[in-house]
């Protein structure tokens, strides 16, 4: 499997494409990554230095790659936080580009605009270009639960708010949405929710709950359900492989109270996870 992923990259760490590549590389997947920005460290920290790329230079990037004749051969694009309205319209531009050049290509879109607690975090304009032009384009999303909130235009005090949120956005595009994050009513308070919704039917996926809260582990599941969902195309499979591949690296994470994701420490989770957590249907 080929995938090109445009999205930010950070020297030290992991978020972004320095969150997302490894981990299917580790899958064998042949990554080609373009990075929208490279800093030293993720924003967390509260000061980092390096810089962000002009958004000309996703689209010579990408006339690069298609000048190799390879595009045919590209399965699928994964993008993740868009640092301006004009890098979100070159990551389109790619997306477009790639679909033509082979028909079978999807488009896993991590909707990055802000999280519950924290409110929108993106530059203004992004929210909107998510809303009305990458979201439709997208065959698969990956919101949190702020983000599918805010997309779809309904609250999701509830599950069934949540299956109805899904609804509003299958019917805007994507055909399969994975909702991380999800803390409803129904949630136990020592858990934490994700739901999967697809052609093959709508499914939840319940882990418990740790003491972290970590930058990037958004972009490491959004990458590895879009790689199960393209290997088996099954939601189910893939809800529950990305789901269980993340607990462990973040269980793994918690125990040696780092800073940041042990992506490269806890690998084998990817292929094997130490604990499997099946999907449910709802």
């Known amino acids: 499997m080929n995938l090109l992923s445009i999205q930010s990259h950070v020297a030290y760490g992991h978020v972004g494409n320095a969150s997302a590549v490894f981990p299917l590389q580790r899958l064998g997947v042949e990554v080609w990554a373009i990075n929208t920005v490279q800093f030293s460290n993720h924003t967390g920290y509260g000061a980092w230095r390096g810089q962000v790329f002009d958004a000309a230079v996703i689209g010579e990037l990408v006339e690069g790659i298609t000048e190799r004749g390879v595009l045919p051969r590209c399965d699928g694009v994964l993008s993740g936080y868009m640092g301006s309205a004009d890098i979100g319209a070159a990551i389109l531009d790619a997306v477009a580009r790639v679909k033509a050049a082979n028909r079978n290509a999807a488009y896993c879109c991590d909707p990055v605009i802000g999280d519950v607690g924290r409110g929108i ?14 979201v439709p384009a997208a065959d698969v999303i990956t919101p949190n639960q702020f983000e599918l909130e805010l997309l779809s ?127 449910s249907v709802i």
């Not at 975090?121 to 990458?134: H, N, T």
């Not at 269980?244 to 109270?257: C, D, F, H, N, P």
């Open 121 to 134: 975090f993106v530059r203004p304009g992004i929210p909107e270009l998510m809303r009305d032009l990458a």
């Open 153 to 279: 235009g309904r609250a999701c005090a509830f599950l069934d708010d949540a299956i109805a949120a899904c609804d509003a956005l299958h019917a805007r595009g994507p055909k399969v949405i994975l909702v991380t994050s999800l803390n409803v009513a129904e949630t136990p308070p020592d858990c934490i929710d994700l739901i999967a919704s697809g052609p093959d039917g709508r499914f939840l996926v319940r882990t418990p709950r740790l003491a972290v809260s970590l930058n990037g582990a958004g972009d490491a599941i959004a990458a590895l359900f879009f790689f199960h969902v393209q290997r088996t195309g099954s939601t189910a499979e893939a809800v529950s492989a990305a789901a269980s591949s993340i607990y462990g690296v973040l269980e793994r994470t918690e125990k040696a109270q780092s800073r940041e994701l042990l992506l490269v420490e806890a690998q084998d989770e990817f292929v094997r996870p130490s604990r499997l957590f099946p999907a």
